[in-house]
């Protein structure tokens, strides 16, 4: 299992590891050079300063300058050698380090001095500063004829001037030394503080898993809080805590969902049981009987549809139902659902009004069109005063087609009308009505409209309107 603070450490070391041999690495190869260009200046001052001595006397090449005593040149291991040639490669100088052995030869230039390795005596590196130059005629001590004859002829003159360069070398192995024992003691200590850091950095990770690990099972409504949480967890704290309210609220209704199928279901078991019992408390004649069974059957079928509400709901929320589109007119379906109900609105005096958009055409499953307008017209039927009124309106709005039912008779208040779609939640809280309805059909019918890509609104107005709105497309898109 991978650990962030490891790879952070990792990398952060890596990092500073990489920078700070790239920058040593840059800050040697600088020094190198600039020691070697103070080197290579010093020895070219040096063989200028040794070529202004050389001079022609007499028809000869002679040194007059006291450079050429200097102990460095007189000493074997005094680290500095010289060597004079003429044209002909005739050697009128060899410093007395240099014994027997000879320098090697330059590059043949013709101006300018020439800086380059070179091999010294004992197989040692070294650098070497080549100068071509005519050596100068001293006029004094020399004829007009010889000042001549020697201008004709002078030679031009190579003067190999030779330095040990293992001081330098020293100088610069100290600074490597140096440089790799900082960058040791650097990553040593940068690697003690990043761990530092980064653990610092990291205690809200580890404090949001001791949190999550406070959650228990059966109590989730705790909420994950960290002390001086940093910005970048902040949406990872509210992300969990949302989770956990939408798991709390998932159990709860888990748990309400139980007990309320367990309430409506005690009831009309209870009708059942109680009608079966009168029954059979003395003799009954075969029409008492009749009736009794025929009660019975009621019951049993409204729980039977309240079984067959609570499945299509599972199979909606699970996604497992099957919308299968075909083509249907609105006004027709809305028309063929209503029919058998016609009589039972008639029989409580309720006047229902009419205002659907004739062949409005639509492709849609029209079996679950059909469960949404049964249950909007049950819904209705049910919560409709006796003489009161139900107006059924439906009209096309661009690409959507809107259902719209009103009825009169109202008695719930805005803060319950924000129920009305909850599963087991009825607009009579005493449950007098339990045992024929139980608070399933809106909570399908919204469900419906989704699952159809559609909408289902409440709308609550004056003097006890109450209303369903509901919007699915006309054309659904084929899966």
Same mark, same amino acid.
């Given at each position: ?75 074997? @291991? ?24 000879? &320098?090697?030869?330059?590059? @043949? ?33 020399? /004829?007009?004829? $010889? ?67 406070? +959650? ?16 970048? &967890?902040?949406?990872?704290? @509210? ?7 939408? *798991?709390?609220?998932? %159990?709860?209704? $888990?748990?309400? %969902?139980?007990? #309320? ?15 079966? $019992? ?12 009749? /009736?009794?069974? =025929? ?5 049993? #079928? ?8 609570? &499945?299509? *709901?599972?199979? *909606? ?27 039972? %609105?008639?029989? =409580? ?9 004739? @062949? ?9 069109? =059909? ?18 009124? +139900? ?31 909850? =599963? ?17 059909? &809106?909570? *399908? ?35």
């Amino acid at each position: 299992m991978q650990s962030i603070r490891k790879q952070l450490l990792i990398g952060a070391i890596g990092a500073m590891v990489a920078l700070l041999v790239a920058s040593g690495t840059f800050l040697f190869i600088m020094v190198r050079k600039s020691l070697l260009d103070q080197f290579d200046d010093a020895l070219v001052e040096q063989a200028e300063v040794l070529s202004s001595g050389v001079e022609i006397k007499s028809g000869l090449v002679v040194f007059d300058n006291e450079d050429f005593d200097m102990d460095e040149f007189q000493r074997d @291991d005094g680290g500095a050698y010289l060597q004079i040639f003429t044209d002909g490669d005739v050697v009128v100088y060899r410093s007395p380090s240099l014994k027997e052995t000879s &320098l090697t030869y330059g590059p @043949d230039e013709n101006e300018g001095p020439v800086i380059g390795w070179i091999d010294l005596p004992g197989g040692r590196n070294g650098r070497a500063a080549y100068l071509y130059f005519a050596p100068a005629i001293d006029e004094e001590d020399n /004829s007009e004829s $010889e000042i001549a004859m020697a201008t004709a002829r002078r030679d031009r003159i190579e003067l190999i001037l030779a330095r040990d360069i293992a001081p330098v070398m020293a100088t610069l192995g100290r600074l490597e030394l140096i440089l790799l024992a900082f960058g040791a003691g650097t990553i040593a200590i940068a690697a003690a503080l990043l761990h530092a850091v980064i653990n610092r950095a990291i205690t809200p990770l580890d404090a949001l898993a001791s949190a999550i690990g406070t +959650v228990k099972p059966d109590d989730l409504s705790t909420v994950i809080a960290i002390r001086g949480c940093p910005a970048e &967890l902040r949406p990872v704290v @509210d992300r969990l805590n949302e989770m956990l309210a939408c *798991l709390k609220q998932a %159990f709860d209704r $888990e748990r309400g %969902f139980s007990a #309320d199928v367990a309430h409506e279901l005690r009831t009309p078991l209870a009708g059942i049981r109680s009608t079966l $019992e009168v029954a059979l408390s003395r003799e009954r004649t075969a029409p008492e009987y009749e /009736s009794t069974l =025929r009660d019975c059957l009621d019951v049993a #079928d409204d729980m039977q549809a309240m079984v067959e509400n609570l &499945l299509t *709901l599972a199979r *909606l929320d699970s996604g497992e139902f099957e919308v299968v589109p075909e083509e249907t007119t609105l006004d027709t379906l809305l028309e063929s659902t209503f029919a058998p109900m016609r009589s039972d %609105f008639a029989a =409580r005096s309720i006047n229902v009004h009419w205002h659907v958009e004739k @062949d409005l055409q639509l492709e849609s499953d029209t079996a679950l069109l =059909r469960i949404v307008a049964r249950n909007v017209f049950d819904n209705a039927l049910s919560y409709t005063n006796d003489g009161g009124w +139900v107006d059924i309106a439906a009209r096309s709005n661009g690409a959507r087609a809107v259902l719209r039912v009103r009825n009169s008779g109202c008695g719930i208040s805005r803060e319950q009308a924000k129920n009305v779609f909850g =599963r087991f939640w009825q607009g009579d809280t005493s449950r007098s009505m339990t045992g024929a309805h139980y608070g399933l059909g &809106l909570s *399908l019918v919204q469900k419906i409209a989704i699952t159809l890509g559609g909408t289902a609104e409440v709308e609550l107005g004056e003097d006890g309107v109450f209303g369903i709105n509901i919007t699915v497309p006309k054309t659904m898109l084929r899966a």
